[in-house]
């Protein structure tokens, strides 16, 4: 069984940085794209970042790139987004997705219970 | 960017009957169109992708169509657990878009 678990959301001022993590089981981990994708609670769905099985190959949405990196660590099944000069409309529940083929389509078909992250001072 | 909008915005149905959501492109995504299931407090969950491909646990009562800018996802035989959110998204070009989200609810 897939298993996503995000971590290493909370409270953080504008400005600051913060360093999620995604640990993985259940599948290949280096076999498949991974991906973030948050969303403001109660409000809809935004694609963050992707990031190809070798690490090779990363993309970002245009309100993150430049200061969101997104990394993996196929050693330890883990994903990684390194958040800095955030701001408040970054504040959302951050999902760890992967990807439903082993060639990447960008289509998410096993997700994380998220972690929320609130950018406020 | 290609804009994602789903109609109508909260659809209101009895249980037993038939809904239809519908999602619409601003311009053309072929069939890179995947749809998803959000229940209240829980992860979105893939339904669809291909336009048309069911993922794995849905049954037979959900099924989608569409190509180009037009895409439908009908539910026959609503049953309780079926009445959540459910997003389109395209994943033909970058940035990859979702939709805004339908409501189904109980009537």
């Known amino acids: 069984e897939v298993r996503l678990v995000e971590s290493g959301g909370g409270l953080v001022q504008p400005g600051r940085s913060q360093r999620l993590s995604c640990a993985a089981s259940?599948?290949?981990?280096?076999?498949?794209?991974m991906h973030w994708v948050r969303q403001v609670p109660g409000k809809g769905l935004e694609w963050v970042a992707s990031i190809g099985w070798n690490g090779a190959d990363t993309d970002y949405a245009n309100s993150v790139k430049g200061r969101f990196t997104i990394s993996r660590d196929n050693a330890k099944n883990s994903l990684h987004l390194q958040m800095s000069s955030l701001r408040p409309e970054d504040s959302g529940l951050y999902f760890c997705a992967k990807d439903v083929g082993v060639q990447s389509l960008v289509v998410f078909d096993s997700w994380g219970q998220g972690t929320l992250v609130t950018v406020s001072s | 960017e290609t804009m994602m909008t789903q109609s109508p915005g909260t659809l209101s149905v009895s249980p037993g009957e038939r809904a239809t959501l519908s999602c619409t492109a601003s311009e053309n995504i072929n069939i890179n169109l995947a749809w998803y299931q959000q229940k209240t407090g829980q992860a979105p969950r893939l339904l669809f992708y291909g336009a048309s491909i069911r993922a794995t646990g849905f049954p037979a009562r959900f099924s989608a169509s569409g190509s180009g800018t037009q895409f439908t996802l009908t539910i026959t035989s609503l049953e309780s657990e079926d009445f959540a959110v459910y997003y389109c998204q395209q994943y033909h070009k970058w940035p990859y878009t979702f939709g805004q989200g339908t409501t189904l609810e109980i009537k």
């Open positions: 259940g599948f290949t981990f280096n076999d498949y794209t």
